[in-house]
């Protein structure tokens, strides 16, 4: 399996660990008060995005440029293409299943969300992915308020993780979720900075994620360079090319 069919899977399960939003069809201001949580989440219907994947996992270094393209609660699908024009991945995922690609090595694979969440012991969902890419803020069960100079800081408890969202009061724009594994003490840190507009919404063109675990440290930033949202359809090609292995995930 080449670094890129690996930095694909590894980027899936970093944005992993934090569920979903009722929202229409294009980009549109939505601060709306959740409890006492005022936030002002994305609104769209379909989203393309030209960005840079940077991850760093146990040594390995790995850097592309990545086009991204969204439907709202149905369908994530990304393009890695390192340069030249060369594409070496493509994934896609929607609400039940993960497909990965690798155009280099000519292989592929497909898994299932709860194939993912036991084999990694993460609570990975098209739901959780999709909210994380966003940056939009999730109302989850009994929540609690506390005060923080220059941002709404929410608690959540979600069975054994504890997620802190930090919201910031001047666009209403979740700036940071931590969420803690109270069993194991697995960490991920999320940062969401240079909010840009998308329609009329505020919009984190930097995401930067970092997982600590026992095993180490990992961390992915993805920067866009344009984001776009429109209610024309868009498509999502993925078809395995003869001569493709499958790869089985053990």
Known sequence: MSKYLLGCLLAVLLLAGCKKEVIPATASVNTKTIGKVTVNNLDFNYLTAKSQISLSNKGNQLTSGLSLRMKKDSVIWVSVQPGLGIEAARMMLTQDSVYIMDRLKREYTVAGYTFLRNKFQVDVSFEVLQALLLGNYQAQGEEKVIDAEGMQHVQQMRQNLLFDYFIGLQNNKLQRLDVQDKNTGNTIAVKYNDFQEVGS????????????????????????????????????????????????LN
């Open 201 to 248: 919404v505020p919009f984190a063109y930097t995401l930067a994620a970092q997982v600590l675990q026992q095993g180490g440290t990992s961390s992915f930033t993805l920067n866009h360079s344009k984001v776009t949202v429109t209610d024309e359809i868009l498509s999502f090609p993925f078809s395995i090319p003869d001569g493709y292995t499958r790869l089985a």
